[in-house]
């Protein structure tokens, strides 16, 4: 899964000398872009003089919060930092580091715009972090350990996570100065939702070795939140793998794969229950798939599927079948003997309760034997179709997309048949219609996608796009041994209000 969070919040501070004075008191909570730079000595009223910027940006990890009771891990996820470089006629500087700390406390935005005399006066600036609340020292500058007071960005501290106490200063190089920022900010993400860390918010600047040395660095300009176009605002970009294969339509022989049932009660994913009591079939190893053909019986135990926890009504079961299994089908035949005469073998598949007095669902599995190939390149004819939504408010929006190759020969019929797809394994991506930009990039943790008897789907947030945008799909998929990128255009979605 792939979720947008933008920031709720972002300035900058400075104290630049204009007119011989220092800006101190400037803010500039509402302009469009978040100016980072340092010079040296480039005053003409105060020689050897140092000016500076830090920016400040906060979020709200509410919607992140709300999903770990349901999908998102927070032992199993991946958090970026994203800022996107605004390069216009200004100078930009090369070969520097940009270092990002987590703020101790919070900070005040501010209506301020004017970026040229900072003659706006209001909190935060370099002062002060809201109205009438200083920094412990000016430009949010004192650090120390976490835990600790009269400090305003936190350096290090222990998160619980067994590396003890450690830095938290997250960096990045910029080689050639127009590179966007993207940092890892996993840990603070996932620290500041329990509560480890007190704010959702962070200092950005130049590295401490470069505010202090005797060169000037201008300017680093990244979109802020208030930027008009939205693809320039701040945002954190969350992964995480909640992608469902469900192997009933690939079951091969001597290939692990695994099954899924769903049980929902008027619209509601609802747990099964069994007996005269009513009781719940939940947690590990909490329900039996029952697999027979003629006189072979084979077991499997199932259990509650989980993600951050056990997830209502889904229910997941391993299974392997060996095509070497002597075990008797009927008379002499084994299931080794009916494996290699027919290649597959359908098996009656029942869902019940571990005590097998209740029968959950009944239906049927096939598993083939794999035979391999002789080809060095495959001459399939691979297309997709995607089928879903034009266009929904934000929120989960599931979008079907089913494979065909069109070089496997349909079975005669005189009547008109559905193409089946084929099932495959791969990750996917959205693109913008009309000027290519990639709104949602591969990613093997948060773009995999998912397989259930009805074929290949995806899930994603729509309000990762921006709205009004129309959006199509591509994917890049392993099929017959091969790598390959395709795509439906022909098929668009778009976010509305």
Same mark, same amino acid.
């Given at each position: 899964?792939?979720?947008?969070?933008?920031?709720? %919040?972002?300035?900058?501070?400075?104290?630049?000398?204009?007119?011989?004075?220092?800006?101190?008191?400037?803010?500039?909570?509402?302009?469009?872009?978040?100016?980072?730079?340092?010079?040296?000595?480039?005053?003409?009223?105060?020689?050897?003089?140092?000016?500076?910027?830090?920016?400040?940006?906060?979020?709200?990890?509410?919607?992140?919060?709300?999903?770990?009771?349901?999908?998102?891990?927070?032992?199993?996820?991946? +958090?970026?930092?994203?800022?996107?470089?605004?390069?216009?006629?200004?100078? +930009?500087?090369?070969? $520097?580091?940009? #270092?990002?700390?987590?703020?101790?406390?919070?900070?005040? =935005?501010?209506?301020?715009?004017?970026? &040229?005399?900072?003659?706006?006066?209001?909190?935060?600036?370099?002062?002060?972090?809201?109205?009438?609340?200083?920094?412990?020292?000016? @430009?949010?500058?004192?650090?120390?350990?976490? @835990?600790?007071?009269?400090?305003?960005?936190?350096?290090?501290?222990?998160?619980?996570?067994?590396?003890?106490?450690?830095?938290?200063?997250?960096?990045?190089?910029?080689?050639?100065?127009?590179?966007?920022?993207?940092?890892?900010?996993?840990?603070?993400?996932?620290?500041?939702?329990?509560?480890?860390?007190?704010?959702?918010?962070?200092?950005?600047?130049?590295?401490?070795?470069?505010?202090?040395?005797?060169?000037?660095?201008?300017?680093?300009?990244?979109?802020?939140?208030?930027?008009?176009?939205?693809?320039?605002?701040?945002?954190?970009?969350?992964?995480?793998?909640? #992608?469902?294969?469900?192997?009933?339509?690939?079951?091969?022989?001597?290939? &692990?794969?695994?099954?899924? !049932?769903?049980?929902?009660?008027?619209?509601?994913?609802?747990?099964?229950?069994?007996?005269?009591?009513?009781?719940?079939?939940?947690?590990?190893?909490?329900?039996?798939?029952?697999?027979?053909?003629?006189?072979?019986?084979?077991?499997?135990?199932? &259990?509650?599927?989980?993600?951050?926890?056990?997830?209502? @009504?889904?229910?997941?079961?391993?299974?392997?079948?060996?095509?070497?299994?002597?075990?008797?089908?009927?008379?002499?035949?084994? !299931?080794?003997?009916?494996?290699?005469?027919?290649?597959?073998?359908?098996?009656?598949?029942?869902?019940?309760?571990?005590?097998?007095?209740?029968?959950?669902?009944?239906?049927?599995?096939?598993?083939?034997?794999?035979?391999?190939?002789?080809?060095?390149?495959?001459?399939?004819?691979?297309?997709?179709?995607?089928?879903?939504?034009?266009?929904?408010?934000?929120?989960?929006?599931?979008?079907?997309?089913?494979?065909?190759?069109? %070089?496997?020969?349909?079975?005669?019929?005189?009547?008109?048949? =559905?193409?089946?797809?084929?099932?495959?394994?791969?990750?996917?991506?959205?693109?913008?219609?009309?000027?290519?930009?990639?709104?949602?990039?591969?990613?093997?943790?948060?773009?995999?996608?998912?397989?259930?008897?009805?074929?290949?789907?995806?899930?994603?947030?729509?309000?990762?796009?921006?709205?009004?945008?129309?959006?199509?799909?591509?994917?890049?998929?392993?099929?017959?041994?091969?790598?390959?990128?395709?795509?439906? =255009?022909?098929?668009? $979605?778009?976010?509305?209000?």
């Amino acid at each position: 899964m792939f979720l947008v969070v933008t920031a709720s %919040s972002d300035t900058y501070i400075t104290d630049k000398i204009v007119s011989t004075k220092r800006a101190v008191s400037g803010n500039v909570g509402q302009a469009g872009t978040i100016d980072l730079f340092k010079l040296w000595d480039e005053s003409d009223a105060i020689t050897g003089s140092v000016e500076i910027s830090r920016a400040l940006i906060s979020f709200d990890w509410g919607q992140i919060q709300a999903l770990t009771a349901s999908s998102l891990n927070l032992n199993n996820f991946k +958090a970026y930092l994203k800022m996107i470089s605004v390069i216009g006629g200004q100078p +930009a500087p090369t070969d $520097f580091t940009l #270092s990002l700390f987590p703020l101790s406390s919070s900070f005040s =935005e501010g209506i301020g715009r004017d970026v &040229s005399s900072y003659s706006h006066i209001d909190a935060s600036n370099f002062l002060s972090r809201s109205s009438g609340v200083l920094w412990n020292m000016e @430009g949010a500058n004192s650090g120390g350990l976490l @835990g600790s007071s009269n400090i305003d960005y936190i350096t290090s501290g222990n998160l619980n996570d067994g590396l003890g106490v450690r830095s938290f200063e997250a960096s990045q190089r910029f080689i050639n100065g127009n590179e966007d920022l993207y940092i890892d900010i996993t840990d603070f993400v996932s620290s500041s939702i329990v509560g480890l860390l007190p704010q959702p918010s962070f200092r950005l600047s130049f590295s401490g070795s470069q505010e202090a040395d005797n060169t000037t660095y201008f300017v680093k300009r990244f979109g802020s939140r208030n930027a008009k176009n939205p693809i320039l605002r701040p945002r954190v970009e969350i992964f995480w793998d909640d #992608s469902r294969v469900d192997d009933r339509e690939q079951a091969v022989f001597d290939v &692990s794969g695994n099954l899924y !049932l769903t049980n929902t009660v008027r619209g509601i994913k609802t747990n099964l229950v069994s007996g005269s009591s009513l009781t719940s079939i939940a947690g590990d190893s909490c329900i039996l798939v029952r697999f027979t053909t003629g006189s072979y019986t084979r077991y499997f135990t199932g &259990s509650q599927d989980q993600q951050s926890g056990f997830i209502d @009504g889904v229910y997941k079961a391993p299974f392997i079948f060996a095509s070497s299994d002597t075990t008797t089908i009927t008379g002499s035949v084994t !299931l080794s003997d009916a494996v290699r005469a027919s290649g597959s073998i359908t098996f009656e598949e029942i869902w019940t309760s571990l005590d097998e007095t209740t029968v959950f669902k009944s239906g049927s599995l096939t598993v083939n034997y794999n035979t391999p190939d002789s080809y060095v390149f495959s001459n399939d004819k691979l297309k997709v179709n995607c089928f879903g939504p034009s266009s929904a408010p934000p929120g989960l929006v599931l979008i079907r997309c089913k494979f065909f190759d069109l %070089s496997l020969e349909d079975r005669s019929s005189k009547f008109s048949i =559905e193409r089946k797809p084929v099932p495959v394994s791969g990750l996917y991506r959205v693109i913008d219609l009309q000027t290519k930009q990639v709104y949602i990039d591969y990613n093997s943790m948060g773009t995999k996608l998912s397989l259930d008897q009805n074929g290949n789907f995806l899930q994603f947030y729509s309000d990762s796009i921006p709205y009004g945008r129309q959006v199509y799909f591509e994917f890049k998929i392993d099929y017959n041994g091969e790598n390959r990128v395709i795509s439906d =255009e022909g098929f668009t $979605f778009s976010l509305r209000s």
